[in-house]
């Protein structure tokens, strides 16, 4: 069944209340004969009515809105559907049946000569005007979900909650069910006790107060069966996105059915989760230019402290770069220097060091800062062995081949967080960083490829293979400084 036809029906259900109203009217009051007229008088007329109001005025915005074209006029036209339709209605039935009141006693000569209260007749028609809303009003907020949850499905569309409220629609809901029965239970005793339709009308007191009450137990019956399916739907609905995000699916989205305080409790909640998953995207962008390890010590430590640590300090240079990279351009040089750093990376990061910074062709790593690692010298010494194996033999792009340096030094270093207010970076200071870096240099007197401190050899528990180099100068240091080279 197409969404049109389905409205077209919701709107057919005054015709079908007000067929079996008349005739438990007119079969109370004994005027069976009568059914046919009153089906003319108000059913048809109410069939006549609504269904060109329905095909013509209530449905063609939602229907442009399902063809794509999302305006703000079809969306707040879609948000007010059930309280708009359902005030059609209301209009609609009272209208029909003050005309049905005042052409019905032309039908029965006894009643030709009363004259309706017009208090009895505005009553009467309120009444049948709140049952036909009650149902009109749930049919069509079940329909409006159906139209926004198929909107979101099929285009994505989510229509902003506005200008609905729990409280307004079960104090609404109360009224029909309760104060307006009551009113016309009221009149009924006081027109049919002791006013002027006490001996014409064709049925008693208890007729028509039984009547009232059919009436009153319909809406009941029908805020019973909707109301909590009104308000459930969209929680269960907002419930399973939020199990979803839970569970770390942050495009989740719930789509938003309602227009009250639930509709923008879950607009709030789809905020949230864009929120997330900006923040989300931020933190994994963040982690390709800062390790994670850091982002994490950064955060605990609120930026603020500056810790001494024992830590063995990486230093990594590229022999003749300059010389090797000048026949390219600056993008070709970009290109295969990330490539190179890439391969150098990765067995930093295997073996539990912390990139702090790429200065050129050169980096600058740290081993149990800011994460503990008890064999930091260990596995800076892995960690640079398997860079030279990956290197050896290794052909870049466009040609390119390069040779490594690097120097290894453990000892107390500063680590925190430097800089200002708005721009912090987090780094290991101190002369023990100095002497990885001189040491670096200084592969080139020694002809090798991996130099490292006394330090970090004393350090080490793994069986390596270290060449004592004997004792060196080291700008910045009074005294000479014992190296050794690492055999791979």
Sequence with gaps: MTLKARFTLIMLIPVFLDVVINNIVLLVSGLTEYVSYAFLTSSLLLAVILVPLARLYLFPPVRRLLDGNDTPKSRAHLNRLPALTTLVVSITV?????????????????????????????????????????????????????????????????????????????????????????????????????????????????????????????????????????????????????????????????????????????????????????????????????????????????????????????????????????????????????????????????????????IGDALFAVFNVPVEDPEHADNAIKAAIEIEERLKGRIFKYGVAFDTRIGINTGEVVAGTIGTADRLGYTVLGDEVNLAARLEQLNKDFGCKILVSAATRDATRGAFVFEDKGETSVRGRERPVRVYSVSF
């Design 94 to 358: 009272s209208l029909v049946y003050i005309l049905n009141l005042i052409v019905l006693p032309a039908l029965e000569d006894s009643w030709s000569n009363i004259a309706w209260p017009w208090d009895f007749v505005a009553v009467v028609a309120a009444e049948f005007a709140a049952v036909n809303a009650v149902f009109i009003y749930f049919l069509t907020t079940d329909f409006s979900t159906l139209v926004k949850r198929q909107l979101f499905e099929t285009q994505g569309i989510l229509i902003p909650a506005k200008g609905g409220s729990i409280r307004l629609k079960i104090g609404v809901v109360l009224v029909a069910a309760s104060a307006l029965p009551l009113v016309a239970i009221a009149q009924d005793y006081f027109l049919l006790d002791t006013g002027d339709l006490s001996e014409t009308f064709l049925i008693s007191t208890e007729q028509a107060v039984a009547i009232d009450i059919i009436f009153a137990l319909v809406i009941l019956a029908v805020a019973v069966a909707f109301l909590p399916r009104g308000f459930s739907r969209p929680i269960d609905i907002l419930v399973k996105a939020v199990a979803q995000v839970a569970a770390g699916n942050l495009q989740a989205k719930a789509p938003i059915t309602s227009n009250d305080e639930i509709g923008q409790l879950t607009s709030q909640f789809n905020d949230m989760v864009d929120g997330l998953r900006e923040r989300d995207h931020i933190r994994e962008t963040f982690g390709k230019f800062v390790n994670e390890d850091v982002a994490k010590r950064v955060l605990v430590d609120r930026g603020t402290a500056a810790d001494v640590q024992t830590a063995t300090i990486m230093f990594t240079d590229i022999e003749r770069f300059t010389s090797i990279v000048e026949k390219l351009s600056p993008a070709e040089t970009i290109e295969v220097l990330n490539e190179y750093l890439g391969v150098v990376v990765e067995p930093i990061r295997k073996h539990h060091g912390v990139v702090l910074n790429f």
